[in-house]
């Protein structure tokens, strides 16, 4: 079933979001050469506890982490550890959330580390991030998720072609609502699909995470034995990205973005609905 918000409980799920944006923000900055991804597991740690806050990635389904450190042609949830050392030219995808008073934040980025990062490295992150925003922009009262897929996967498709011949819109992960729990309905694919139809509508009150995962080669997956750690099949390099979202009566309000994803959805004509953490 799908979870409805109220204001009120949207407010406090912005509340999540803004930590999860200080953690973006902490690990950006750690995301150097030399650091490990277990270092920037740490830093997030302490964002999370200096807030007050809790990890919803920490021992999720056995998961040992706060955060997923998804480097090169690893797609999603990466684990941390000691021996992933971050070199010059390497690209990372951190995907962090956090939970206040029981709801929940969730967002990923891309990150370059260092510097030299090969032309069509960049625009992989370019285009997967710029995907998410025209997903973010198509969810308006009474169109159906649908939209929001066709919008990611249009947006993919119009952009020229890279060097390694195409982008895989990576088809065994998705979006997904988001609430009381991290993951809940409706899944949201990054491409349409007919067996799928047109999903629910999208009225005041549904809460998604949209996150386009995009490589340079395959849309295809496999998990590592570690039985989390998910890679490109044909090693191809990959980006993600991620913002949790509140629809309201209103417009889009992006939880997880420091100015409610104001700046990016004019781009698109969408006006944002009021940050109620302003208000508090």
Same mark, same amino acid.
């Not at 509340?15 to 900055?29: W, Y």
């Not at 490589?215 to 997956?221: D, I, K, R, W």
């Not at 590592?224 to 390099?237: A, K, R």
């Given at each position: 079933?799908?979870?409805?918000?109220? *204001? $009120?409980? #949207?407010?406090?799920? !912005?509340?999540?979001?803004?930590?999860?944006? +200080?953690?973006? %923000? @902490?690990?950006?900055?750690?995301?150097?050469?030399?650091?490990?991804?277990?270092?920037?597991?740490?830093?997030?740690?302490?964002?999370?506890?200096?807030?007050?806050?809790?990890?919803?990635?920490?021992?999720?389904?056995g998961f040992p982490a706060t955060i997923c450190t998804s480097?090169?042609?690893?797609?999603?949830?990466?684990?941390?550890?000691?021996?992933?050392?971050?070199?010059?030219?390497?690209?990372?995808?951190?995907?962090?959330?956090?939970?206040?008073?029981?709801?929940?934040?969730?967002?990923?980025?891309?990150?370059?580390?260092?510097?030299?990062?090969? *032309? $069509?490295? #960049?625009?992989?992150? !370019?285009?997967?991030?710029?995907?998410?925003? +025209?997903?973010? %922009? @198509?969810?308006?009262?009474?169109?159906?998720?649908?939209?929001?897929?066709?919008?990611?996967?249009?947006?993919?498709?119009?952009?020229?072609?890279?060097?390694?011949?195409?982008?895989?819109?990576?088809?065994?992960?998705?979006?997904?609502?988001?609430?009381?729990?991290?993951?809940?309905?409706?899944?949201?694919?990054?491409?349409?699909?007919?067996?799928?139809?047109?999903?629910?509508?999208?009225?005041?009150?549904?809460?998604?995470?949209?996150e386009p995962m995009v490589s340079l080669g395959t849309p295809?997956?496999?998990?590592?034995?570690?039985?989390?750690?998910?890679?490109?099949?044909?090693?191809?390099?990959?980006?993600?990205?991620?913002?949790?979202? +509140?629809?309201?009566?209103?417009?889009?309000?992006?939880?997880?973005?420091?100015?409610?994803?104001?700046?990016?959805?004019?781009?698109?004509?969408?006006?944002?609905?009021?940050d109620p953490s302003a208000r508090s």
């Amino acid at each position: 079933m799908v979870q409805i918000k109220t *204001p $009120e409980q #949207i407010a406090k799920m !912005r509340e999540a979001g803004l930590v999860v944006a +200080a953690i973006h %923000a @902490a690990t950006r900055e750690a995301a150097v050469p030399g650091a490990t991804t277990r270092d920037l597991d740490q830093v997030a740690r302490k964002v999370i506890a200096d807030h007050g806050a809790k990890s919803n990635f920490l021992g999720y389904g056995g998961f040992p982490a706060t955060i997923c450190t998804s480097v090169n042609e690893v797609v999603v949830h990466g684990i941390p550890d000691d021996k992933t050392v971050l070199k010059d030219g390497d690209i990372i995808s951190i995907d962090a959330g956090a939970i206040v008073d029981g709801w929940h934040g969730d967002a990923a980025y891309t990150a370059f580390v260092g510097t030299g990062h090969a *032309p $069509e490295l #960049i625009e992989l992150s !370019r285009v997967t991030e710029e995907s998410m925003w +025209a997903g973010i %922009a @198509a969810m308006k009262v009474n169109n159906r998720l649908v939209d929001i897929s066709k919008a990611i996967e249009s947006y993919i498709r119009r952009q020229p072609r890279p060097a390694t011949g195409k982008y895989g819109i990576i088809e065994d992960y998705g979006g997904h609502g988001i609430g009381t729990e991290m993951h809940m309905d409706p899944h949201l694919l990054n491409y349409v699909s007919r067996k799928r139809g047109k999903g629910v509508k999208l009225v005041p009150g549904l809460c998604l995470a949209i996150e386009p995962m995009v490589s340079l080669g395959t849309p295809h997956t496999e998990v590592l034995e570690d039985e989390w750690t998910v890679i490109t099949t044909d090693g191809t390099w990959s980006s993600h990205w991620e913002h949790s979202i +509140a629809l309201t009566e209103q417009g889009p309000l992006v939880l997880t973005a420091p100015d409610c994803g104001r700046e990016k959805l004019a781009q698109y004509g969408v006006e944002t609905a009021p940050d109620p953490s302003a208000r508090s």
